[in-house]
């Protein structure tokens, strides 16, 4: 294998690192113009539902199920051919959509009692008026997944990295909107989420009318490759993205707790997506096409290098990102959100979430490779057994961390003695209860990445190549070190959230500079060079 998957990776995390620094911004504005109260919390609950659609269409089963085959179409059929299989998923996925989006608009208020239970009227009657502008963002974002995934498999990676800088813009425009005309109200939010829909979809056209590509919709359930895509889709809607649904059980039992627990694991999460926004998700959709391209050219040994490169890759950036976010926590949501309506309470909330779920950093990583190995082979089924027990998982250590907290702490006994035993009352008035809901996620994610490593060994499709045992030392001493320096920073610093931003910024930049030039220097003085990650 070449560099050409290092190449493809460093463009798309290259426009990722666009993407994730626009939404960094519109995070910020977040914070400052409205804070971590409920009405914010009723706009992050509204679009996590077609931000959940987003996931699983762009990063999730769509892509799997598409992208292997249309590859096959690519290897074996006439471009006459792969157009007609083009034309008939959009318009079948168009048709598809239009009647879900009809659905939740017309049952949006019975939809918002479902995923938030526990919002007072105001906060509900918002939700439900959010639920409808915003979920047709689901329908063109994802046909815009779909124009990004044929671009992808054409090794035109550029252009969908960047697209999702446009949804940053408008939300950035419409927050501002909202604090100088229309008096702070979180609805003018998702007029931005409706309109940076319409605009991703239309950025990315260009190019695919530039390869012959642009799509005239054609409904046609009965086409074969329709057919085989929507069988491969159904068991990978939900295999797929068992991250997203955790997170969507999290965020209804995060509506259950204290008001602005859905903001701060919000906030929590966003600074969770530099590592697997920038990385993950670049090394997954770039080592997609190539695994389905070795599999349907019946090419094992290309196919067992590029998962071997995939693998180093993850643990490479894994490894220190979860050291650093645990321990830089404070420092990193005082540095950026500290602001406006986001206090230095506000900041001690979303670093306890952070931290307990940055512990699956090198898990969530290595999922975005292990799922395309069983999907880049049209195996749908064994990453579902994987998720069925990581979504188990989430909800037994859910139920357990609350049971602890309520019981086995004196807060917790406090608070269910007040409520009168009624633990629904209880968990509303336990301060820091959000934080064992992103610990459960990480339990979750961990079991779900040692399973899919453990079944894919089983199928014999990945030999191990050499020098695993020298490249685990290189990068585990870089990341000791890069630890300990970071460590003494901490305990130089250990409150943030007095300072004004220029110190909480220079400071962060000395950090967080001293520890990757530490851990970059270490590995290479240990040998390892940048063409040690083009494969072999």
Known sequence: MSGKLLRSAAVFSSMTFLSRLSGLVRDQVYASVFGAGGMMDAFFVAFRIPNFMRRLSAEGSFSMA??????????????AEVKALVDRVAGTLTAALLVLTAIVILLAPQLARVIAPNFDPAQMAMLTDLLRVTFPYALFISLASLVGAILNSYQRFAIPALSPVLLNLAMITAALAAREWFDSSVMVLGWGVFAAGMLQLAFQLPSLARLGLLPRPRLDFAHAGVRRILTLMVPTLFGSSVAQVNLLLNTWVAALLVSGSVSWLYYSDRLLEFPLGMFGVAIGTVILPHLSSRHAETDPEGYSKGLDWGFRLCLLIGLPACAGLILCAQPLLSTLFQYG????ADVRMASWSLMAQSIAVPAFLLVKVLAPAFYSRQDTRTPVKAAVVAVLTNAFCTLLFFAAMLYGTEPGRQALQAAGGDLKLALGQVEGAH?????????????????????????????RQPGWGRFLRQIGVATVAMTLVVLAFRVLWPDWT???????????????????????????????????????
Not at 66 to 79: G, H, I, N
Not at 341 to 344: C, E, P, V
């Open 498 to 536: 007095p300072w004004a931003w220029w110190d909480r910024g220079w400071r962060l930049a000395v950090m967080v500079g001293a520890g990757g030039a530490l851990y970059a220097g270490l590995l290479w003085a240990q040998g390892i060079r940048p063409r040690d990650l083009r494969g072999h």
């Open 341 to 344: 309506r986001f206090d230095a």
């Open 66 to 79: 598409f992208v292997p085959v249309l590859a096959e179409y690519k290897a074996t059929r006439s471009a």
């Open 435 to 463: 934080a064992l809901l992103a610990l459960a996620i990480a339990v979750a994610g961990w079991v779900n990445a040692l399973q899919l490593a453990w079944l894919l060994r089983k199928a014999g499709v990945y030999r």
